[in-house]
């Protein structure tokens, strides 16, 4: 295998003349130019220089690898330096998925963060709901995904062959009408709500929903469904039902003609940003769950 110091000697000794010559050029000793171009011969498989008086010449092989030496050398060069960039974050790339609410709360003041930290980073920032956010994660397009699942879930391994960089806690919050009469009550037990009509989030938050009433003895008569959280309070504040919601997605969204309740038991999920383990390691990737561990505390 040629080596690249194998061509930068090589390159020395064809433009200085000889083995002593090219030793005081790179700062070595003469013996370790005669050996190194002695592993690079072999390695070729064919003579490179001759000796023609007190002068080595290039043999046609010889220039033949000279004249490819030098965009061999410029491309390690400015890969080196490209990598170098990307590992001290002045360059690089990260791309991330998140869920609607974390996009809209946590997401921005970590996005803000790095840009101000590190400019030369690039990221790019696309929205799907988990389960789907994982398979992008594990199918190679995302580096870091923001996910989310309930206390309790079955699926207790889904995420074990993922780095998980714990968030926060999202309570659910009850949602009704203001004219309600639970409303201004201040929290509100799932039972209380068994014979009102819903308006259910999301495929997993649905799932959840259902879940969660059924422990509490009646399964909800869902009149309406949709993953647009303005929506769903839309539909509450127009008096067509009640929801409960994340912590993260009422932050989100301007909650007018709706009053909003503690729920009791807490029904809580586990907020987590995922990547797999070889992008962990990668400066830009991990200085960006950083930067989201920050949002979510802050």
């Not at 199918?139 to 968030?167: H, I, K, M, N, Q």
């Not at 409960?244 to 709706?258: D, I, T, Y």
């Not at 586990?270 to 920050?294: H, M, Q, S, Y």
Request: net charge negative; glycine share 10%; charged share 20%.
């Amino acid at each position: 295998m040629i080596e690249a110091r194998h061509l930068r000697i090589l390159r020395a000794v064809a433009g200085t003349g000889s083995f002593s010559a090219a030793a005081r050029e790179l700062g070595c000793t003469q013996p370790a130019v005669s050996q190194q171009m002695k592993a690079l011969e072999q390695s070729a498989g064919t003579p490179l220089l001759v000796r023609a008086g007190r002068e080595m010449r290039l043999t046609q092989a010889g220039e033949a690898l000279v004249r490819h030496a030098a965009g061999i050398l410029a491309g390690l060069t400015a890969a080196e330096e490209e990598v170098a960039a990307i590992a001290g974050l002045r360059a690089g790339r990260v791309r991330l998925v998140s869920f609607p609410s974390g996009s809209s709360t946590l997401v921005p003041t970590a996005l803000a963060a790095m840009r101000a930290e590190h400019p030369g980073t690039r990221i790019s920032l696309v929205e799907a709901e988990p389960p789907r956010s994982v398979e992008m994660l594990r199918e190679g397009d995302c580096d870091v995904a923001l996910a989310f699942r309930y206390a309790g879930a079955s699926a207790v391994a889904e995420w074990d062959d993922l780095v998980v960089t714990p968030l926060l806690t999202d309570r659910l919050v009850g949602l009704v009408p203001e004219g309600h009469r639970l409303a201004g009550a201040g929290r509100v037990g799932m039972a209380e709500l068994a014979d009102e009509p819903w308006i259910a989030g999301c495929p997993r938050c649905r799932r959840h929903l259902v879940e969660v009433c059924e422990g509490a003895g009646f399964t909800p008569r869902i009149d309406f469904a949709t993953d647009d959280y303005p929506a769903v309070v839309g539909l509450v504040g127009a008096g067509l039902g009640v929801a409960v919601l994340p912590e993260l997605a009422v932050e989100s969204v301007r909650a007018k003609g709706v009053s909003a309740l503690a729920v009791e038991p807490a029904v809580e999920r586990e907020v987590v940003a995922l990547t797999l383990p070889d992008l962990a390691r990668v400066p830009a990737v991990a200085a960006t769950l950083g930067e989201l561990v920050r949002a979510a505390a802050g």
